[in-house]
């Protein structure tokens, strides 16, 4: 016969003397560690509409919807949880490291697939010619603050603090097709300035 050893004993005696680890949930509160992984939530002050997250999340649960009719034109992240699985990748690859970030609320059980989603809107920037997504205003701030002075050597980048400072009134309105050397003082998507630069009116206007 095996007896046991002193420090099973010491164990025994303590746990029956001692409070239970497990606790009294879901008559009681539950409150997890602080590393615990649950529901991820979009930081909206911190969110600059970069889709990062969507393109890392492995279970595709992040999706994005460039909603250019709404006035202002918007991206909308939506970010299905019922599908999520907590993995984290993306809060580890956010570009803020705070726009989304896995909260400790783990009660999400629902019978509504279609009101289990966390939303986030960014206002977009749109080329003036052809109407494309750019990117989101956000994004851009985002690069400029990160970057400095050297953002400022690509044209919308200027051109979105311009606006912000209210410094380019005059470049407002209708575009005249085709682009003319002018135009280059607005907001293009990377293939409309490219044609405009290329294009025999800038050679000769
Ligand atoms: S935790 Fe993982 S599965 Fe959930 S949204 Fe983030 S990347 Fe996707
Ligand atoms: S800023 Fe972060 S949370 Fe927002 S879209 Fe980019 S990666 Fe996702």
């Known amino acids: 016969m095996r007896y046991p050893?002193?420090?099973e004993v010491k164990e025994a005696?303590?746990?029956l003397f001692s409070k239970p680890y497990t606790n009294r949930y879901p008559f009681?509160?539950?409150?997890?560690?602080k590393r615990f992984?649950?529901?991820p939530e979009f930081h909206k002050e911190y969110c600059v509409g970069c889709t990062a997250c969507a393109q890392v999340c492995p279970t595709n649960c992040i999706e994005w919807i460039?909603?250019?009719a709404s006035n202002p034109p918007v991206r909308r992240l939506i970010l299905r949880?019922?599908?999520c699985i907590m993995c984290g990748q993306c809060q580890a690859n956010c570009i803020t490291e705070k726009g989304i970030q896995l909260s400790r609320k783990f009660e999400l059980a629902g019978f509504d697939r279609e009101e289990m989603k966390e939303t986030q809107e960014?206002?977009?920037l749109l080329c003036e010619d052809c109407g494309e997504v750019v990117g989101t205003k956000d994004h851009v701030r985002f690069i400029r603050e990160k970057i400095g002075a050297l953002s400022l050597a690509g044209e919308n980048g200027l051109l979105l603090l311009q606006e912000e400072l209210n410094l380019s009134p005059g470049l407002k309105g209708k575009i005249d097709l085709p682009l003319k050397r002018n135009d280059l003082f607005r907001i293009l998507c990377p293939k409309c300035r490219r044609d405009l630069h290329l294009t025999d009116e800038w050679n000769l206007k």
């Not at 009681?28 to 560690?33: A, I, L, V």
Request: charged share 40%.
């Open 13 to 15: 005696l303590t746990s």
């Open 66 to 68: 460039d909603d250019v």
């Open 81 to 83: 949880y019922d599908i």
């Open 28 to 33: 009681q509160p539950h409150y997890p560690e």
């Open 37 to 39: 992984r649950g529901k």
């Open 122 to 124: 960014n206002e977009l």
């Open 5 to 7: 050893k002193l420090r």
